[in-house]
């Protein structure tokens, strides 16, 4: 310990287009109560900056991955994502995150969790928040890791090492069905809506109910301040409809406006989460709208520029993402057979996040050392 702080082995990794630090679970207080204050701590929240920790002001660069060896049957790796708040003492271990979950196995990699297999390496990751299962294949040349690469994604520069990651049976991964409501197309305020779960609770609405195109700049969005008080009397509706009771304090569900593609997507999009524009739109949000494009009745399927094969380009403020989708009806109704994308991701920085000791009491000496091993 040095003047008051206790020193944490982490990792700041960029998982698609997001970016946090990264922990081995055996490295953090296994009370809850405990690790969220080291968390808060860590990030530097609640301030509007995050300031006096790593976060980067922002919910896109305020979120935590938090890894571990599985002992279940079928399952490499266990990933447990934190959304902390910026502005509040509030860390979320509710939705799933996509963008995170692309570097759950470089990271692995990194401390040992896993050994690469050959000239490539695939782990069966399960995010715990949802129980959401996926398998996640890199590239590892000559049995080494290797960011480089020739993949590009919208809304980071250069370009990098390819992660595909096949989700398994994502549809009502929070909400518990792919159709919460067991609708198609509900009416909230007057206005027509999807809510939708498959991967990420998502309230799919036409930009144009909002009096807006749906093509304005993120600061544009986040500089309407009805607008956002309006989506939010909405969100709050939507929450308790879906099953999510209130979710005032909750990061979904996502409110995604959807316009026409100009770009030769098959639709355009500005998502909310929830109340700051998104810079671009998360994995699994891409997913879920791509699936309401996809199903006849949905507020989104009239709108969308239907295409064919299974590949899907959702616009978003900085680009496109593209995602894999095959669904196919059943007797039941819409079945999700396969949801699958590429992302990329990169180690930014290995070392340790100093904390006040304060934050976590008990620990009378610091963490030295990573205590991950070789499988």
């Known amino acids: 310990m040095t003047s008051g702080l206790i020193e944490i082995p982490s990792t700041l990794m960029r998982g698609g287009t997001s970016k946090g630090p990264f922990f081995l679970a055996s490295d953090l207080p296994a009370d809850i109560a405990v690790r969220d204050q080291v968390l808060l701590a860590a990030l530097g929240s609640p301030d509007v ?50 963008n995170m979950l692309a570097a759950v196995v470089p990271f692995a990699i990194e401390q040992g969790l ?34 480089t690469g020739e993949a590009r994604i919208d809304g980071v520069p250069g370009t990098h090492s390819p992660i595909s990651i096949a989700f398994r049976d994502t549809a009502g991964s929070v909400c518990g069905t792919l159709l919460p409501t067991g609708n198609l197309l509900d009416v909230i305020d007057g206005i027509g809506c999807t809510l939708i779960d498959n991967g990420m609770p998502v309230v799919v609405l036409p930009a144009e109910r909002f009096g807006i195109t749906g093509y304005e700049t993120r600061d544009e969005l986040n500089g309407n301040g009805p607008l956002i008080a309006k ?18 304090a909750k990061p979904f569900p996502k409110m995604t406006l959807i316009s026409a593609p100009r770009a030769g997507g098959v639709i355009n999009t500005r998502t909310f989460i929830p109340h700051v524009c998104h810079a671009s739109i998360g994995v699994l949000g891409a997913v879920t709208v791509a699936t309401a494009c996809a199903l006849k009745g949905s507020v989104a399927h009239g709108m969308a520029v239907q295409q ?68």
Not at 126 to 140: C, F, H, Q
Request: proline fraction near 5%; charge should be negative; glycine fraction near 10%.
């Open 49 to 98: 900056r995050q300031i006096d920790g790593v976060g980067g002001a922002d919910p896109l660069t305020s979120k935590v991955g938090i890894v571990s060896r599985s002992t279940q049957d079928g399952i490499d790796l266990e990933f447990l994502f934190a959304q902390v708040s910026v502005t509040k003492a509030l860390v979320d271990t509710t939705p799933n995150c996509g």
């Open 308 to 375: 064919s094969g299974s590949l899907m380009s959702i616009e978003h403020p900085s680009g496109e993402f593209t995602v894999e989708l095959d669904i196919r009806d059943t007797p039941d109704g819409p079945q999700v057979m396969k949801a699958a994308l590429l992302r990329t991701a990169r180690r930014l920085f290995a070392g340790a996040i100093a904390v006040p000791a304060s934050a976590w009491p008990e620990r009378e000496e610091p963490i030295r050392k990573s205590k991950g091993e070789a499988a």
């Open 114 to 147: 896993i050994r690469v297999a050959g000239e490539t390496t695939t782990a069966r990751v399960l995010t715990v928040n949802t129980g959401t299962v996926a398998d996640i294949t890199l590239l590892t040349p000559g049995l080494s890791l290797t960011y």
């Open 231 to 248: 989506l939010e009397h909405v969100r709050l509706q939507a929450g308790h409809m879906m099953g999510l009771g209130d979710v005032a």
